[in-house]
Structure formats: structure tokens, C-alpha cells
């Protein structure tokens, strides 16, 4: 069973960066994985983020960025507003068998 | 403004059947591929299964604990995917989501993964 690693939880301070990685019980995550992020706040369905490693969508703040980094997929949260305090998710995509995606097990980041 | 609701959600005991829909407006239905992702209480996220749309093969793919168990269909003429769910397991407990997972606009320009419906919420107990 393929498993997606996220680092459970991380503190950060307003104004700070702080960096989240996604790494693959497969191995080393290339752009072949299609990695994407979601953010998700207490109560509220999930908002996507980045897709195709490190793509923002419209209504992204130019504070995220995404990227490959040391094996994993990495997103970036520079200059973090306190609003930024918030569950995020990687997913990767395997095809196949087993199912098209998975999602890692989030990282709760808190903006203290 | 593109929009997904989920309704169907409710209570039903192990062993179970419940018809998850999820309408959609705002956008060209048939362009979309469709996939749902489940939330049990507490926990992250988990993708569930997507269909592709017709034009494509309108194939559908699931992850390993649904397989054989769940299955999506669409039907474009009313914009909605439904999401069936056959001999449910207390561990079917969860919020379910429906996501775009991909669209193609008129002239071909391809959104990937963008908007999320609010979920409802399927409880399994006895």
C-alpha cells in the first residue's frame, strides 16, 4: 500500500516561511506525480492550492509557492499571515490498480 | 460561479446502501472529469474514486477499501455524479466531497483539480 508522508504538525511565526514537504513511500517524487496542495480550515471543505507541482490557481496569494525539493514536493508559505493557521494536504498521483491518487496525511500548521 | 453540492447524506447501518449525488452548475458538465474524497471525523483526507467524462471513455477508477463496494456514474443531462455505496462498514463513516478534478473549457484549455462542493456528511452505525 502506497503511503504519502506530510510532517504532522509545524509552528511558524507571522511574518515567517516555513517550508512543508510530501514524500513518496515509492520513492523519489518527480513532476510525474502531478503533486498537489489544499488548504483546509477547521469546519470548511478543502481549497486547492497548487497543482502540477507548482502551478497556482487564480485565487492563490503569491505567498505560496510549490516546488520539488531533496525527493519530496515541497510547498513553500512566505511571509505568513496568521490567517495562513490551517490543515494542509499534498496528493499524488500513482494511476493503476491501486487508484488514481492519494492524499498524504496533512500538516497542521499553526501561526504563532 | 461554478458550484458542487453534495446531498444524500444520513445514517444507515452496517451493511447498508446509500446515493450520494452532487450537482453541479456554472460551468459545461460533460467537460468535466469528477472525482469524490471523504474526511472521517478527525481525520485527512481520502480520494475515494473519479469518472472521466464521456468523451474520454467515461471510465471510473477507485481506491483499494471502496473497490467492489462503491461506484460513480454521471449523468450530464442533469449535471450531477452520483456516488453509490454498497455494503457500507462503520469505517465508510466520513464527509464526502465532491471535487472537479479536471475541465475542459470550449476551446480545449484545460483546468486541473480547482473547486471543491461542501461535502455531506454519511454516518454508519447500528
Known amino acids: 500500500q502506497t503511503v504519502v508522508t506530510q510532517e504532522p504538525s509545524l509552528t511558524v511565526s507571522p511574518g515567517g516561511t516555513v517550508t512543508l514537504t510530501c514524500a513518496s513511500s515509492?520513492?523519489?517524487?518527480?513532476?510525474?506525480?502531478?503533486p498537489n496542495w489544499f488548504q483546509q480550515k477547521p469546519g470548511q471543505a478543502p481549497r486547492a492550492l497548487i497543482y502540477s507541482t507548482n502551478k497556482r490557481h487564480s485565487w492563490t496569494p503569491a505567498r505560496f509557492s510549490a516546488s520539488l525539493l531533496g525527493g519530496r514536493a515541497a510547498l513553500t508559505l512566505s511571509g505568513v499571515q496568521p490567517e495562513d493557521e490551517a490543515d494542509y494536504y499534498c496528493l499524488l498521483y500513482y494511476g493503476g490498480a491501486q487508484g488514481d491518487w492519494v492524499f498524504g496525511g496533512g500538516t497542521k500548521l499553526t501561526v504563532l | 460561479e461554478v458550484q458542487l453540492v453534495e446531498s444524500g447524506g444520513g445514517l444507515v447501518k452496517p451493511g447498508g446502501s446509500l446515493r450520494l449525488s452532487c450537482a453541479a452548475s456554472g460551468f459545461t458538465f460533460s467537460n468535466a472529469w469528477l472525482s469524490w474524497v471523504r474526511q472521517a471525523p478527525g481525520k485527512g483526507l481520502e480520494w475515494v474514486g473519479r469518472i472521466k467524462r464521456e468523451t474520454d471513455g467515461g471510465t471510473t477508477n477507485y481506491a483499494a477499501p471502496v473497490k467492489g463496494r462503491f461506484s460513480i456514474s454521471r449523468d450530464d443531462s442533469k449535471s450531477t455524479v452520483y456516488l453509490q455505496m454498497n455494503s457500507l462498514k462503520t469505517e465508510d463513516t466520513a464527509v464526502y466531497y465532491c471535487?472537479?478534478?479536471?475541465?475542459?473549457?470550449?476551446?480545449?484549455?484545460?483546468?486541473?483539480?480547482?473547486?471543491w462542493g461542501q461535502g455531506t456528511l454519511v454516518t454508519v452505525s447500528s
Open positions: 471535487w472537479r478534478l479536471r475541465y475542459y473549457d470550449s476551446s480545449g484549455y484545460l483546468y486541473p483539480a480547482d473547486y
Open positions: 515509492t520513492g523519489t517524487v518527480t513532476s510525474d506525480y502531478y
